[in-house]
């Protein structure tokens, strides 16, 4: 019994210092000690030999030796695999490297910052204000009365929770919820911000059909300028400006008399088409116009509101759609591709800054 206790400990000292670094040296240390032949299995043989009152502590030692086996032969294993992966002849370093695709701009992106930075260049800033938004800002202190059909649950995602003390929040229809907060900043300071000259880039949300031409949500550019003495004509003239820059210099501004709450008098901005220059052609119906905007005066009731007197300023106001240009001056047909984040499609901008 000693002397097979002994025996045990040599090979667990052989076993610990075996060394192996290819496949056949592994599969060798595999056959010596954990094959059905081999030095463990023997020993166990031993078993019958052994003394009754001993068994249970020979058996003991050899659970041992043979956990130890299988655990140095794992180790061998993970070895020989690193050694085989990282050894020179499996690795070409000759073969090019993976292409780095350069990312771009949503085409989304790139005309709002056209649109933007024409404004820019006039001395509009940019404000930014908050998607989800309460009744206030985007619908009473427009001058939206409480049964306009803009305020039905058909046109407007409402949102059923209470936040902050009450439960009329929505999604905001439109960005001039931005030109109510930044107006009433006015207020607020006491000291007033005026002139305000802003642009307001954004996400809006209208509970719509989706379909290629309409989605329940989809960007604008609203802007706003008070000041005293602002009048329809610097509308006029800053909007013209804005379309020439914007779609050419050869098209020709057109004022329609329209209505929004918020504006008096409104209008809405037509151009000459963009496409066929005012001959008629699909895009513009054959009419040779094409609408590219909402203007007006804002209505003294909404600079009032804001807690700006009314008497002695006035303003402009206006607003349009991101995707309607992009997806004309691009040549897009489906609204729908500009929030389905598909490679093919995005990539196709990869070149335009
Ligand atoms: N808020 C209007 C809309 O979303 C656009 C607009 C803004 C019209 C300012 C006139 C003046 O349709």
Known sequence: ???LLEQIE??????GNYAATDPQSAENFRIKYLGSKGIIKNLMGEMKNI???KKKEFGQMMNDLKAFAETKYESIKE??????QSSGDQIDLSLPGDPLTPGSRHPITLMRNR????????????ADGPEIEDDWHNFTALNISENHPARDMQDTFYIQHQLEGHTDWLLRTHTSNVQIRVMEKNRQSGQGNLPIR?????RVYRNET???????????VEGLYVDEHVSFADLKQTLYFFAQEMYGKDIKPRFRPSYFPFTEPSAEMDITCFICGGKGCRICKQTGWVEILGCGMVHPKVLENCGIDSNKYTGFAFGMGIERPAMLLYGVNDIRLFSENDVRFLKQFTSMA
Do not use: D, T, W
């Open 1 to 3: 019994m000693e002397q």
């Open 10 to 15: 040599n090979y667990k000292k052989e076993i």
């Open 51 to 53: 003394p009754g009152e």
């Open 79 to 84: 070895a020989v695999n690193v050694h085989q």
């Open 115 to 126: 649109i933007v930075s024409i404004f820019q260049r006039l001395g509009f800033s940019i």
């Open 198 to 202: 802003i642009v307001c880039p954004g």
């Open 210 to 220: 989706i379909s290629a031409r309409s989605h329940c949500f989809f960007h604008q």
